[in-house]
């Protein structure tokens, strides 16, 4: 079982930056891929990135390439979403979740809302 708890969300203007945090429980941290996904209000979830378990692969969305970083830190069980020249439409509840292997991604932090005004 691993549980997820995010940080860091918050209220920034247009072309500033933010940084997420996700701490996760349990001693099996570095043998799951690491996700960030977020929600727009009156849209689904998307995926916004993914980090592989050693933090040597790592996947972006095309609306988040360029201004986008993820990072983890296995020895303090947490994964990170640097987020650079933000625009409105980043503007969402962001989620962090874990995968074990090529599973689904079956855990899921409660989320943590970041709004970008223009």
């Known amino acids: 079982q691993v549980q997820l708890v995010e940080s860091g969300g918050g209220l920034v203007q247009a072309g500033g930056s933010l940084r997420l945090s996700c701490a996760a429980s349990?001693?099996?941290?570095?043998?799951?891929?690491m996700g960030w996904f977020r929600q727009a209000p009156g849209k689904e979830r998307e995926f916004v990135a993914a980090?592989?378990?050693?933090?040597?692969?790592?996947y972006f969305a095309d609306s988040v390439k360029g201004r986008f970083t993820i990072s983890r830190d296995n020895t303090k069980n947490t994964v990170y979403l640097q987020m650079n020249s933000l625009e409105p439409e980043d503007t969402a509840v962001y989620y962090c979740?874990?995968?074990?292997?090529?599973?689904?991604?079956?855990?899921w932090g409660q989320g943590t809302q970041v709004t970008v005004s223009s």
């Open positions: 979740s874990a995968r074990y292997g090529s599973n689904s991604w079956a855990y």
């Open positions: 349990g001693r099996t941290f570095s043998s799951h891929s």
């Open positions: 980090i592989s378990g050693s933090g040597g692969t790592s």
